[in-house]
T-cell receptor, first 116, second 112 residues
Framework: DADVTQTPRNRITKTGKRIMLECSQT?????MYWYRQDPGLGLRLIYY???????NKGEISDGYSVSRQAQAKFSLSLESAIPNQTALYFC???????????????FGPGTRLTVL | QKEVEQNSGPLSVPEGAIASLNCTYS??????FFWYRQYSGKSPELIMS????GDKEDGRFTAQLNKASQYVSLLIRDSQPSDSATYLC????????????FGKGTKLTVNP
């Protein structure tokens, strides 16, 4: 089974709709992240969470909200979807234990979101 | 602003050749660096990490770090068509930040 799962994998929605993307992990990592990826723009951080009570905005949080329901679950919501939120969305996790070589991020399979 | 810069490519090499991917970073205090491979429409996959000056080898992959020049590279020996992907360079800034700074990626095509 995959260590980091995302649901749904693909979603088409209409402008103005509320949508939630979910991320679950079995890696036991404390830190979780949400990114979006657009062609030519690379990965951009939306929100990140170091534990259930610690949630932080990333570089492009406007129009998004998150919920850390448990250590293993981190959800991203688009309150009122707009077409320029069409993108590939990735959840990632990283461990708390400090190690120069492994203290990095591990990505879920992604959700392709289209807003019409 | 802390940045990681990569040539977007595309970089095209023949099968069996050495592919050389390069990355520069602005934060002199960055401690460690990571190379991810991303196939089209798929998620980034960690392939190498490096935090000491010099070379680190893992199979056909060699990561190189030069902190004085703020330069990181990835060499892929005996390139295969299956290596065709976008390669992302990421740096971990100084100061205990838990965020990575990603480059925009270099697209590599290995021609049979």
């Amino acid at each position: 089974d995959a260590d980091v799962t995302q649901t749904p994998r693909n979603r088409i929605t209409k402008t103005g709709k509320r949508i939630m993307l979910e991320c679950s992990q079995t890696k036991g990592h404390d830190r979780m992240y949400w990114y979006r990826q657009d062609p030519g723009l690379g990965l951009r951080l939306i929100y990140y969470s170091f534990d259930v009570k610690d949630i932080n905005k990333g570089e492009i949080s406007d129009g998004y909200s998150v919920s850390r329901q448990a250590q293993a679950k981190f959800s991203l919501s688009l309150e009122s979807a707009i077409p320029n939120q069409t993108a590939l969305y990735f959840c990632a996790t990283s461990p708390r234990k400090f190690s120069l070589s492994t203290d990095t991020q591990y990505f879920g399979p992604g959700t392709r979101l289209t807003v019409l | 602003q802390k940045e990681v810069e990569q040539n977007s490519g595309p970089l095209s090499v023949p099968e069996g050749a050495i592919a050389s991917l390069n990355c520069t970073y602005s934060d002199r205090g960055s401690q460690s660096f990571f190379w991810y491979r991303q196939y089209s429409g798929k998620s980034p996959e960690l392939i190498m990490s490096i935090y000491s000056n010099g070379d680190k080898e893992d199979g056909r992959f060699t990561a190189q770090l030069n902190k004085a020049s703020q330069y990181v590279s990835l060499l892929i020996r005996d390139s295969q068509p299956s290596d065709s992907a976008t390669y992302l360079c990421a740096g971990k800034p100084q100061g205990g930040s838990e965020k990575l700074v990603f480059g925009k990626g270099t697209k590599l095509t290995v021609n049979p």
